[in-house]
């Protein structure tokens, strides 16, 4: 099954270069959490009940792990490498609650290129909007790989 109209891929192992960078900013909205909390059935009270966040550490509700790991997923399958690629490590380190309706600048760069494994580790900083270095994340891609290039051809006279 194909869903919507074939895309160019991303980057491949030989178009990438150590400190290649990308930035983005994302703000954390109510819809977004509530299309995860949904999506996950998800019903922790520490990232959707007031009341209950104030009695805690946190005296507010926080964002999910889980989706700050998919924001930063799903900029690296979009922009860098980019389409076609696939995460095969994943690490993140919460430096710093991050709280609803904060504003998040992402900086992703690549760190590593391993030619032979056909792998590049991006470091990700995730800083709110007062600046403050609130998450750190590594993460291991496979940059786009094609293996039949025949079909790489179809796909690009597709696209034209």
Not at 75 to 104: D, Q
Request: proline letters at 6%.
């Amino acid at each position: 099954m194909n869903i919507g109209k074939p895309r160019k891929l991303g980057k491949t192992i030989e178009e990438i270069e150590e400190g290649d960078s990308l930035s983005l900013t994302e703000s954390i909205e109510d819809q977004q959490l509530l299309l995860y909390l949904g999506l996950t059935n998800d019903a922790n009270p520490l990232f959707i009940q007031h009341d209950y966040a104030q009695q805690t550490e946190f005296e507010r509700p926080i964002v999910p792990m889980v989706m700050l790991s998919g924001i930063i997923a799903s900029a690296i399958s979009k922009h860098l490498p980019g389409p076609g690629s696939h995460i095969v490590n994943f690490s993140m380190n919460l430096i710093e609650p991050i709280y609803h309706y904060e504003t998040l600048t992402f900086n992703f760069e690549v760190i590593k290129v391993d030619k032979m494994k056909n792998v590049v580790t991006i470091s990700v900083e995730g800083n709110n909007q007062e600046g403050n270095r609130v998450l750190d994340s590594v993460v291991m891609v496979q940059p786009p790989l094609i293996i039949h290039p025949d079909l790489e051809n179809q796909a690009e006279m597709v696209n034209e």
